[in-house]
């Protein structure tokens, strides 16, 4: 199973981005998946998380302005980022269960005027 992120790059504080992440399986297949981030010098966070049946929770620092959703057709998970903050700067990465845990490579992203 692979899972492959892009989508990062470099936006102004408000500004907006969208990050997916492309399985290598049936995206349905996975009993769960999410977005993590890490900042330099900081741990590993949780972001926003999607359940298999489609429920969705988020940290709360990125509520309201985060969303995270699946396109089942193109077997892709993505993440919607919206008035971004300085402090979002970070190397996101996806998550996904299925029997075990897969973690795709990250992409960075950075909020800088």
């Known amino acids: 199973v692979q899972l492959q992120a892009f989508g990062g790059g470099l936006v102004q504080p408000g500004g907006s981005l969208r990050l997916s992440c492309a399985t290598s399986r049936n995206i349905l297949g996975f009993t769960a998946m999410a977005w993590y981030r890490q900042a330099p010098g900081k741990e590993r966070e949780f972001v926003a998380g999607?359940?298999?049946?489609?429920?969705?929770n988020y940290r709360d620092s990125v509520k309201g302005r985060f969303t995270i959703s699946r396109d089942i057709a193109k077997n892709t998970l993505t993440l919607q980022m919206n008035n971004l903050k300085p402090e979002d700067t970070a190397v996101y990465y996806c998550?996904?269960?299925?029997?075990?845990?897969?973690w795709g490579q990250g992409t960075e992203v950075t909020v800088s005027s």
């Open positions: 999607l359940a298999g049946r489609g429920n969705t």
């Open positions: 998550n996904g269960r299925r029997g075990y845990e897969y």
